[in-house]
């Protein structure tokens, strides 16, 4: 009986997920790739392509170390940066690896034994031009809105990395209130009065724009 359950057990494994004879449960295994496959990208923020059967959430990482906070599991995604020095990826161009890691309904992370990965050759291009995001809103009065700033090259095609530390973040006439005002992103917190106000992003010698109109909930 016990040498049934060795090869029933180790059968199994080798045919797709593992299945414990005893307790009939999947062990949850998941898979990434970066730009359908391709040898180089130019996009900071390449396309992923993820699958788990059975994850709730993931989250991503540079070098398996330093991983984002949990999102809802999607099998796509695209707002990852891979070169902007965060979350253990490396600024600049160069070989970029890219590790995604799951959790399901019961708070499980997996895998635990093996890192889930792909990789590709990043190519940096110049940048040209910053966004803010989102760059229009309407907010009511006292809500707080997260903004980021994004990085473009020339055509505005590809997503080029910032340095967070290079990035200064201000408001109009100290109204409203803005926290943190270096890095890659901040929230804003809507005054009390109405009207519509203003914040910019600065990096070396670029600079964009943000507009918030703040109203009553009624």
Known sequence: MFLFILVFAFYSGCTGDFISPLTNLEVPKGSIIIENEADTTQNCTPALI????NARYMSFSGDGESWTEWIDYANSYTKFDIANGLYGTIFGSGIKIVYVRFKDS??????????TFDSIQYEMQNLHFLKIAPRNITVLVGEEIFFTLHGYDLGGKNEV??????VTWTKYCGVGK???TIGLSTTYTAPLSLGRRDI?????NLAAGGTILVVNSD
Do not use: T
């Open 161 to 166: 990395p910032l340095e967070g530390l290079k």
């Open 200 to 204: 910019s992003a600065h990096y070396n």
């Open 50 to 53: 993820i699958y788990s059967e």
């Open 178 to 180: 803005l926290s943190p």
């Open 106 to 115: 019961d708070g499980n992370i997996f895998p635990v034994d093996e890192n």
